[in-house]
């Protein structure tokens, strides 16, 4: 009596899982309306968001790319005018010293001159001094040549019109026939060192 009854009640329960199975919008019954169409679904939503992840990171590394190229440009900008700036000092400082340099020189260029001006007295004098003399012009020449190579030149002044940028006037004197500030003699030779003034030629100017 009891194996009937066990019976009935498996044969029921069998029954109720197959109703509840059939009927519309069970468990079973979505699971297997959702079938392989929602797991494409589900993956291409993964991959969606993996991209839209991998497009962030990209974008932010990108952004930091810029930054980093930004800092160098300007590191290398700022290298480019430290360079500009000590090189000028260089120059200026080599510039500086060959100037004094010249100016230490030019004394002894003067008194050179003043020896062969007064070559022909001596020459009158004595012609024993004449080798002495051609060692003088030997060597004024040589120094001539040095401060060319310098980039060193003498301003022209006898016959020019006084000009305060070239010429330092110390005495004016009547000159009939001359114009007024019209350099008659030079008392001392000035010079350039390129387009710069390192020594002003002394001048007597016509009145």
Not at 4 to 19: G, I, M, P
Not at 52 to 77: T, V, Y
Not at 98 to 119: F, M, Q
Request: contains cysteine; negative net charge.
């Amino acid at each position: 009596m009891r194996k009937k009854v066990s019976a009935d009640q498996d044969l029921h329960a069998q029954e109720n899982v197959q109703q509840a199975a059939s009927e519309p919008g069970s468990a079973c019954t979505e699971g297997a309306d959702r079938g392989p169409s929602a797991a494409l679904q589900d993956e291409s939503a993964q991959q969606n968001a993996r991209i839209a992840e991998l497009e962030a990171e990209l974008s932010a590394q990108r952004e930091q790319l810029d930054k980093f190229r930004d800092e160098l440009l300007r590191r290398a900008a700022e290298f480019e005018n430290f360079r500009k700036i000590k090189e000028r000092e260089s120059q200026q400082a080599g510039t500086k010293a060959l100037e004094n340099t010249i100016r230490e020189l030019l004394p002894l260029v003067d008194d050179l001159k003043r020896v062969l001006l007064n070559a022909p007295h001596i020459l009158e004098i004595t012609a024993e001094a004449k080798p002495y003399i051609d060692g003088v012009e030997l060597l004024k020449r040589n120094f001539d040549k040095w401060l060319a190579g310098k980039g060193v030149s003498e301003i022209e002044s006898v016959g020019r019109k006084l000009d305060v940028h070239f010429h330092e006037a110390i005495s004016m004197i009547e000159v009939p026939g001359t114009e007024p500030e019209i350099i008659v003699e030079e008392y001392q030779t000035g010079y350039l060192l390129g387009e710069r003034v390192i020594r002003h030629a002394r001048v007597i100017v016509a009145k």
